[in-house]
């Protein structure tokens, strides 16, 4: 194996979040703390949402959002297959039955078009009660076209913006769930601010927000007025319902707390690596990304499709790639084609736009500390192993 010099993504960590983690290492509360509400604060304000549950992580966090809006057994939860596959199993975790809906070739995001007709095709009562949009590669769904289908069939939207904290649709930031009941974010180390591990949920709506805080610690509440007896002293709590310990921790939130200070600047940067991607690589038989108008990309991924008329095929390119110490990667072998999810019976064919896509397609280094010299190496590696 060669060495990876120029991985595909990675974290930037600064003095101040060092000294923001240290600060909170000396102090009173490593969880549960002060920071915690500070951090949730912070994303709820940039996000221009109402509330914000910070969380052990996305995963966690897709299921908690799930659960709060009481999918179950006999229901079902639609999604993108060119995702994580985090983003499907919250389906199961609920007990209910995953679908997919296949991708517009053009955003690689979940197809409203397909969406639609695919609601038009299938009887009522297997409609899904959930559908969970992706902002693949940090570039904004639909929301406004999918808002309209959810009202028309009442499922509820969950968006995963696990690529998307700081990307906007339409002048206002992803988070602010103007047409979804929640947003779900991840500080994964590759994401583009970071925790280590971590997640957030965004929403509007007080009754979902209550029951997230609950059930992020097993379900207990000290609040008097959800309680359903007397609360006799302030040593009581009540559990409502059987809950989770899915907490974060307050030195992850004082380091997200402290990425979220640089996020502007971190997008800035990525940014200015696409621009340089996409004047540099435009005569090569590659798909280069778009951002599709009235939306900004947070350029979590930079993804190009390698196309047929290249004198290589994706492997052969991802693996020369590799053998240069470039760590380029692939996002996303489709969902629905994981032997978990064949088992309940999907398989090639079913979602062609996804499968297609997947052969093709290879993630390139973006991240804030990639160098100009490092990208400009990627670039000439590309160059050379196409022409
Ligand atoms: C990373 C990711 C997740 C899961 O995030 P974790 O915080 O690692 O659990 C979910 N969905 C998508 C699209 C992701 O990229």
Redesign the pocket.
Known sequence: MTTIRIPYGRQSISDQDIDAVIRILKSDFLTTGPTIDAFERAVAEYCGARYAVAVA??????QLACRVLDLGPGQSLWTTPN??V??ANCADHCGARIDFCDIDPSTLNLSVKTLEAKLAATPAHQHPRVVVP?H?AGQPCDMEELGTLSQKYGFKIVE?A??AIGAEYKGEKIGGCRHSAMT?F???P??NITTG???MITTNDENLYVRLRELRTLGITRDPNRMSRPCPGPWYYEQLEVGYNFRMTDLEAALGLSQLQRLDQFIGRRQELVDTYNQSLHDLPLKLPTVTPARKSAHHLYVVEVLSEARKDRAQVFQELREAGIGVNVHYIPVHLQPVYRKQGFQEGDFPKAEGYYQRALSLPIYFDLSSEEQQFVIARLRHILT
């Open positions: 992580n996305a995963s966690v966090a897709l995702t994580f985090a983003s992706v693949f995963d696990a690529h779900v991840s500080f994964h590759v994401k591990e971590g997640g």
